[in-house]
């Protein structure tokens, strides 16, 4: 029980949130602007603010 405590503060610690309305990139604690979303650049370091559906759907930008 003690173990499972330390590992779960310890992962809040690591954890982080980004203010809105910018965009928290995956496995990452890279933040993002909305003009970075779907812009044809990879800004997150795995790519995950070009993807549609996701960061792209969220801002109105998936290609129909």
């Known amino acids: 029980m003690h173990d499972h405590l330390i590992n779960s503060i310890a992962l809040s610690l690591h954890s982080q949130a980004c203010r809105k309305p910018s965009f928290l990139c995956r496995h990452s604690s890279v933040c993002l602007s909305e003009a970075q979303?779907?812009?044809g650049k990879k800004d997150c370091p795995e790519g995950d603010?070009?993807?549609?559906?996701?960061?792209?759907?969220?801002i109105g930008k998936c290609p129909s």
Do not use: T
Request: hydrophobic share 30%; proline share 8%.
């Open 49 to 58: 603010d070009e993807f549609c559906p996701g960061a792209c759907l969220s």
């Open 37 to 39: 979303l779907c812009d």
